[in-house]
């Protein structure tokens, strides 16, 4: 087999090991979810930063989390204009077909996609030199702008983190002007919640099922469960 590099290699090998290590060891399992379908109880939308996979800072095993991934984990507008909306597919499903009790967004420490929108690094670019990305990181803008507004001398680091959390509440937000959310929450069969992954240290911060602040879950904290 050619080999075009040492990283596609890198995937070949990963492959190997994973068929010999963990596909063997959740065998059974593999095998009930091909036969049975996936009913994950979870859906969780993620940024695409490779540092932030959910299902290895959640150690969630096959089967069990619904995942969405794209720049800076963002919940766009509901927008019923019969174009091509991937995320709005995906919650659609995650919502009406799966019927997941939860939905996580997760979002975290040092995202690209953040600092794109607090710089305007993208703005007036051409789709396919960063246009694409202006345009989707824009549907964050009234949060930015709120911020702009509400703490004018902040430190870059400090609008930064600001943003990251604002965002996930904006897009818990815009989550529920999704058909079936407010209605599935209200029953209380649905739950939304949010997080933030520093990825220096490792702390997760939660806003769980309605939380108006995050909070933080210390790292010994957990180290204890
Ligand atoms: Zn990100």
């Known amino acids: 087999m050619n080999k075009p590099g040492d ?46 996979d959910p299902a290895t800072v959640f150690h969630a095993a096959p089967g069990e989390m619904f995942v969405l991934r794209h720049i800076a984990a963002l919940v766009p507008p509901c927008e019923k204009d019969g174009r ?37 690094c993208f703005d007036h670019r051409e789709e396919g030199e960063g246009g694409f990305v202006h345009h989707w990181v824009e549907t964050i803008r009234p949060e930015r702008d709120r911020l702009e507004e509400t703490m004018p001398d902040a430190s870059e680091e400090e609008r930064q983190l600001a943003l990251e959390l604002g ?40 806003l769980v099922d309605g939380d108006e602040e995050f909070q933080t879950i210390a790292v010994d904290e957990v180290e204890k469960v």
Do not use: N, W
């Open 167 to 206: 965002s996930i509440k904006l897009s818990l937000a815009r989550l529920r002007e999704f058909p079936g959310v407010g209605d599935r929450e209200a029953r209380g069969v649905l739950h939304l919640h949010g997080a933030h992954f520093d990825i220096r240290s490792g702390t997760l911060r939660m």
């Open 84 to 120: 091509h909306h991937s995320a709005a597919a995906a919650i659609e499903f995650a919502i009406t077909q799966l019927e997941v009790e939860h939905v996580l967004v997760f979002g975290h420490g040092g995202c690209g996609g953040i600092a794109a929108s607090l710089s305007g």
């Open 7 to 52: 990283h596609f290699q890198r995937l070949m090998d990963g492959y190997e090991m994973f068929r010999a290590v963990e596909y063997e060891r959740q065998r059974e399992r593999y095998a009930r979810l091909a036969s049975e379908g996936q009913r994950p109880p979870m859906m969780v939308i993620a940024c695409s930063d490779s540092r932030v």
